[in-house]
């Protein structure tokens, strides 16, 4: 959540294997989203501003970057986000408990911007 606040964060990455599962829509250009804090309480609306599909393996250095998690290259971004989604807990979440990422596992590449923050007029509570 800071890294949104900070402007750090502009792009997240979600597995569209969750998505299918959980029968979650993908997100949409425009969707405005709030950002909740650990108490989930709102704290800041952000607005997709682009939603690609792509292979793991094409993932590019600037979304890694843009992800704010510090990650220097794709290959570090990439180790990450294999130990996230290798973790029993996503799998369990997956329903398959020997998911593994691989070059052709699709991912949904998300950018985004920040529209306001709370205190910003415009900001409904609740």
């Known amino acids: 959540m800071a890294a949104i606040l900070s402007g750090a964060k502009t792009s997240t990455s979600g597995l569209v294997l969750a998505y299918e599962r959980a029968n979650e829509p993908f997100p949409e250009v425009g969707q405005l989203s709030a950002v909740v804090d650990s108490l989930d309480r709102r704290v800041a609306v952000i607005e997709v501003t682009e939603v690609r599909i792509v292979r793991l393996a094409d993932v590019d250095l600037q979304h890694a970057l843009d992800e704010g998690e510090g990650d220097e290259s794709v290959a570090q971004w990439r180790a990450g986000h294999e130990e ?12 398959a408990p020997g998911f593994t990422a691989t070059d052709d596992t699709l991912v949904l590449a998300e950018r985004f911007r920040l529209v306001r923050t709370v205190g910003d007029p415009g900001l409904s509570p609740g």
């Open 84 to 95: 996230f989604w290798h973790s029993a807990e996503v799998r369990a979440e997956l329903g």
